[in-house]
């Protein structure tokens, strides 16, 4: 996503596959801890949620704009993006087009946040659907949500693909470990990754299927060693804080023009995977070590009400009180 979003680049969307890859690995590990959850689980998976997610993004959204006010002062959308990103509706009400992402803070910085927003009413959605409906018994009912989400395109395809693979995964065990199925998600591979190539299907009808596969091919056991624990462990503030990397690079290269921009953004890279390894040790590692401790069900049911309530208030202010942001001012 750094590389993509400092145009780097060039072929195709890396970025936005890494993404999708993401979206159906989240599919396959939060599909796969509701299964087995009842009514009762609830609260729990809520508070783990919200102080596993929302703790560390509150801080990067802070962080962003406090750094876009100081840079450019009031932004004409600054209210509006940061409402929405509060909200976790970004992806529904900001349209991602020049004049939008220019007039955004700091030209579109935060633009990323649009996933995580995807990710939020996954988690908001699916509890609904895989704990408080019989769609969790039925692979069939399932299968056509996936089937229209994939057609429809648009952001939960993956999701949807990567929930459908606990479903197989909680009804037949590993199969995908057998060889023969192995050789069977290799060939939907090669076959869905060439109808994307070559354009016989859209990129977005194609993508959830690749990003699945991915998934299921990349399901074995193995050893957790503590680089892998630490790799993985701040990937999510890389993903938060990457946009530190490009503003670090941008001034590194306006003070030291004789870098030359290919050595900014490397040093900018490097910037922010330090500050990601800094905000996974001070924030997101203490709020795993600590938030068991203050776990009450009282808290997982606000958390509830919290995560629910702020949804709609996004709805509210996009579709009655804001609306979609997608001109630029005054256009």
């Known amino acids: 996503m750094y590389w993509e979003h400092a145009d780097v680049a060039a072929i195709g969307s890396p970025g936005n596959f890494a993404v999708q890859v993401f979206f159906a690995l989240s599919g396959w590990l939060i599909g796969g801890i509701l299964l087995g959850l009842d009514r009762s689980g609830l609260p729990r998976f809520f508070y783990n949620r919200v102080t596993r997610i929302w703790l560390p993004y509150l801080a990067a959204v802070a962080l962003l704009y406090t750094v876009a006010f100081l840079k450019d002062g009031l932004a004409p959308y600054y209210f509006q993006t940061l409402a929405y990103d509060l909200t976790l509706t970004h992806n529904w009400f900001i349209v991602k087009i020049p004049e939008v992402i220019r007039a955004m ?43 229209v989400a994939i057609a429809d395109g648009g952001f939960y395809g993956s999701i949807s693909a990567g929930v459908l693979a606990a479903m197989l995964h909680r009804r037949w065990g590993d199969w995908h470990l057998h060889p023969a199925a192995t050789a069977l998600l290799l060939a939907v591979l090669a076959a869905t990754g060439w109808a994307g190539w070559t354009g016989a299907l859209r990129y977005g009808h194609v993508v959830p299927v690749i990003a699945a596969t991915i998934v299921l091919l990349a399901a074995r056991p ?26 670090f690079a941008n001034v590194l290269f306006g003070l030291l023009p004789q870098f030359g921009r290919p050595l900014a953004l490397v040093a900018g890279y490097l910037f922010a995977l330090a500050f990601a390894s800094a905000a996974y040790v001070v924030i997101d590692q203490r709020v795993l070590r ?39 001012p005054g256009q």
Do not use: C, K, N
């Open 222 to 247: 193995g050893h957790r060693r503590a680089a892998g624990i630490f790799a993985g462990g701040i990937s999510y503030p890389m993903y938060l804080h990457h946009w530190t990397g490009l503003f």
């Open 290 to 328: 600590h938030r068991g401790a203050f776990y009450r069900p009282a808290l997982g049911r606000s958390a509830m009400v919290v995560a629910y309530s702020m949804m709609a208030l996004g709805i509210l202010l996009g579709t009655v009180v804001i609306g979609p942001l997608d001109s630029g």
């Open 105 to 147: 803070p700091m030209q579109g910085t935060g633009a990323h946040f649009w996933s995580i927003a995807v990710e939020e009413q996954f988690y908001l959605v699916a509890p609904l659907l895989l704990v408080l409906t019989p769609l969790r018994r039925s692979l069939l009912a399932w299968g056509l949500l996936t089937a």
